[in-house]
């Protein structure tokens, strides 16, 4: 069985991070070896929340790992709380990367055109470098603009147009696999465009045979935890295999009927109801 090492946070409540990457990349045959980065009482978009920061103990599952002769098939990085833990992501691949070892990273920072709170420029200059090491990553339209030194208020100045947003997630994929070490894939997620009043959802794979959109109705309901479900997929699609395209229209399917099955009485804090949709993947 492969196994996967995920670098990312435990939240309580709340449908993210490592709670939906163990059930995702176990049902899909792979072992989700799981590395916490921090732990929270309830992810960070609830209004209120404790956490235990964890950046002191990736050195001890990097020598510890090391000391049981610990080797991975894959490594999916996710959510990390500060420049400090993404230099130890850095160090963690450089240990256990080989040349078999896919890695997949999320680089989250931001979305919508603005930055999350936890956002500083020395940050964006670790994940610059630890996207690099990437065999694919899946930052969002900002995250990407971010990355590629493109100021994000040119997302705002597309005004929801399509072929503005379009043009602009191709730019920004074509200089990041610029700059990268390898073969990289970059995957721009949630692409939001207007047509004739009707809102469309674009990904953007962008590989070596160039760039490739899918799309899904833009569906009026936001939940948070649905990046980590994405990113997930993608990771145990491609311990099976299975080529990048096909894997981003599996994940965005799944993704749109766990929405679809999600009371509008739900908190979106909480998350979409994944769980008995496991099957279907």
């Not at 931001?110 to 930052?139: C, S």
């Not at 997630?169 to 997620?189: G, H």
Request: aromatic fraction near 8%.
């Amino acid at each position: 069985m492969k196994k996967v090492a995920v670098i990312n946070d435990l939240s309580g409540f709340g449908k993210c991070s490592l709670s939906v990457a163990l059930p995702i990349i176990s049902v899909l045959g792979s072992q989700c070896v799981p590395l916490a980065t921090a732990v929270f009482t309830s992810q960070t978009d609830f209004s209120y929340y404790y956490y235990t920061d964890l950046t002191d103990m990736i050195d001890k599952y990097i020598e510890y790992w090391k000391l049981n002769n610990a080797s991975f098939d894959g490594i999916y990085s996710g959510y990390v709380t500060n420049h400090g833990q993404a230099l130890l992501v850095s160090k963690f691949i450089d240990q256990f990367k080989t040349d078999k070892t896919k890695i997949l990273i999320d680089p989250v920072m931001g979305d919508n055109g603005t930055t999350f709170k936890m956002f500083t420029n020395e940050l964006l200059n670790t994940h610059k470098e630890l996207t690099k090491k990437a065999n694919i990553i899946t930052p969002n339209l900002t995250e990407s603009c971010l990355l590629a030194d493109i100021p994000i208020t040119s997302i705002a100045k597309c005004n929801n147009d399509k072929d503005s947003l379009l043009e602009l997630a191709i730019k920004a994929a074509n200089i990041l696999k610029a700059r990268a070490n390898n073969d990289q894939e970059v995957i721009i997620t949630g692409i939001n465009t207007a047509i004739d009043n009707d809102h469309v959802v674009y990904n953007l794979v962008s590989d070596a045979n160039g760039d490739h959109f899918t799309s899904t109705p833009m569906i009026n309901k936001r939940f948070s935890g649905t990046g980590d479900i994405f990113a997930s997929i993608i990771t145990g699609l491609i311990m099976k295999d299975v080529d990048t395209l096909s894997a981003v229209k599996k994940a965005q399917d799944f993704i749109v009927s766990c929405i679809n099955d999600t009371p509008d009485t739900t908190n979106p804090s909480d998350g979409v109801y994944f769980e008995k949709h496991l099957k279907d993947l």
